[in-house]
């Protein structure tokens, strides 16, 4: 599974961003996809999971301000991000779950600033 994300960008703090990530290669076989994120100087953190039932998962901090979502039919997964503040500047990588193995998109930049 290959994946492309893109929709990162400059925004100011209490903006909104929508991130995307597409995949391909063996599609049928991913059993979850999400967002990880990876702010300077820290760890990577999670964002946000969809599993192929449907299921999300959030980052306690991303509780009602972040909404993962997907169109199957696109073979994409979507990011929407509200709220935004400084904090939630980072590197923003999609991954994929698929037949036991993991892959990663190559991450998108979100900078919040005024």
């Known amino acids: 599974v290959q994946l492309q994300a893109s929709g990162g960008g400059l925004v100011q703090p209490g903006g909104f961003l929508r991130l995307s990530c597409a995949a391909s290669g063996s599609i049928f076989s991913i059993n979850a996809m999400g967002w990880y994120r990876q702010a300077p100087g820290k760890q990577r953190e999670l964002v946000a999971v969809?599993?192929?039932?449907?299921?999300?998962n959030y980052a306690d901090s991303m509780k009602g301000r972040f909404t993962i979502s997907r169109d199957k039919a696109k073979n994409a997964v979507y990011l929407q991000m509200n709220s935004l503040n400084p904090e939630d500047t980072a590197i923003y990588y999609c991954?994929?779950?698929?037949?036991?193995?993991?892959?990663w998109g190559q991450g998108t930049l979100v900078t919040v600033s005024s």
């Open positions: 969809i599993t192929s039932g449907g299921s999300t």
């Open positions: 991954y994929a779950i698929w037949g036991g193995s993991l892959s």
